[in-house]
């Protein structure tokens, strides 16, 4: 079975938000188009407390963002989340980042999208959202390592940094790349 993964389209990583994905908002098009194809569709949420590490103030890469039950930590408007069967949360741990839609960046951690996934049964993932220089990359890199096809829809996802350096690494890894028309 096949599954889609929407990978934190959240309100903080459009590009008025607090972590800017530049075009990122461009993407609930063709995510909603895409969701209307899967049998089974999760999502994920960054969902940070406000002294998470990766923060600058705490030394980290990341300015404040997706803190929980913020606006900026909601799913972005206009993004079918009715076909949504679960949403798993990452980087709730204040100590530790989480950049993967299934483990912390320790591997400490799981989100129990794994487990949920394996119960019904589904073998085969597609990922879109954001961003896919970090979590739709790690998200990608686990998912292969727990034994699933791996499938990103390259048109569906935008990059914080390096659009094209985080294709090819996965590519390199043995991720599948589609666009969305060729999905569709």
Known sequence: MKALIVVDMQNDFMPDGA???PG???LVFVINSLIEKFPLVVATKDWHLRSHMSFTERGGKWPVHCVQNTNGAE???GLNTEKFAEVFYKGT??????YSTFFDNEHQKQTGLDEFLKEKGVTE????GCATDYCVLYSALDALELGYQVTVVIDACKAIEDQDK???KMQEKG???VTASEVL
């Not at 741990?93 to 989480?98: A, R, Y």
């Not at 993932?125 to 879109?128: E, K, N, R, S």
């Open 93 to 98: 741990d204040s100590e530790i980042d989480s």
């Open 24 to 26: 990122a908002d461009g």
């Open 125 to 128: 993932i597609y990922l879109v």
């Open 19 to 21: 972590l800017a994905t």
């Open 166 to 168: 985080a294709i090819l």
């Open 75 to 77: 799913f972005v408007f």
């Open 175 to 177: 991720v599948n790349t």
